[in-house]
Each structure stands twice: as C-alpha cells, then as structure tokens.
C-alpha cells in the first residue's frame, strides 16, 4: 500500500516535470519538481518549487517515511494535493495528460541548465501549447508510447512495418504539433 501511494506521487512529479532538465533558463516559469528516495532510512523527499528551479522562492519539502509503521497520512495527503495542484496549474489548458519537455539540447542548449552553447534544433516535431520537441529518429517510439495506458513489456520488440510507422507518425503528430528543422 505505501509503495503504491509513493509510486502516485513519483508519477505526479514526473507529469509536472516531465524526464528532462526543468530550470527557469530553460522553461521560465514552469514548476519544477525534484524527488529523492533515500533507501538506508526509508524516507521519500519532494522539492516542488512554483515558479521553476532558480526562482528566489524556496521549494516546498515533503518528507514522508516508506516503512508501513511510520507512514504519514498526512503528510502524504499534503504532498498529493500540493501536486496535484501544480499538475492543474501547469496543464490547466488541455484535457491532455502533459506531454513531456524536450531535453535540454532539444531545446538548443549544449548543457542542461547552464545555457551555454546555443545551437540549432534537429529535425522533427514541436508541441505548440508546451514547445515540446521530439526528435525524427525519437518520433515513433514517442507516439506509441503515448497512445497506451501503460506500455505493454515487449511493445518495443515487435517489428513494425515501415507504412504502419508514417501512418502513427503521421496521425500522432496531425494535431498541436508543427514540423521543425
């Protein structure tokens, strides 16, 4: 039960994050979530900050210990609303789950988020409402990754025919993304 409820609010956390480098150089204003597991003493920490990770503002911190014997409800139910919040506020203009940020250098930076070296963005797809980017080579695997619930294990094994791949491509990113590059 309480992996379950860790696991909801690592999910959380990843939905207002997304899987790349979330600094305000990078994303402006855009919370930006952190979590740590500490596993020798069974603590669960989250760093959120609201205006994105640079701010002046200090994060909000949750602590919440992993053992079932010294598991807080509330401390739980208060890292959860605060998320879910955050999850609102960021995606509030779609009924879309978030899609998740470019990486750093998709956005043109060399680094993650030290803003040095600038360059040009590869070829493939930006999301208007977010500025997400997914790369050409990247663009399959993101589609299919995002038309299932939960990722079947082997989906990543079958071979897929070359017309079934344009068509996904094609029919994934038809909507809110523009072609870049």
Known sequence: ?????????????????????????????????????????????????????????????????????????????????FLLELKRAVWKESEAEPIENGSAREWGFAGSCDGNGEGPRESGWAEIRTGTFVSDEDAFDYALENCFETVPAGVRLLKWTREFREMLVGWFYSGNWVKEG
């Open 1 to 81: 039960m309480t992996e379950r409820k860790i696991r909801k609010l690592i999910d959380l956390c990843i939905k207002i994050n997304g899987m790349s480098s979330r600094c305000r150089e990078l994303t402006g204003d855009l919370p930006a979530v952190m979590f740590y597991f500490y596993g020798h003493v069974g603590l669960f920490e989250i760093h959120a900050y609201r205006r994105g990770y640079g701010s002046d503002e200090e994060p909000e911190w949750f602590s919440i210990h992993t053992e079932p014997e010294r598991f807080e409800k509330r401390e739980y139910r208060r890292a959860l609303g």
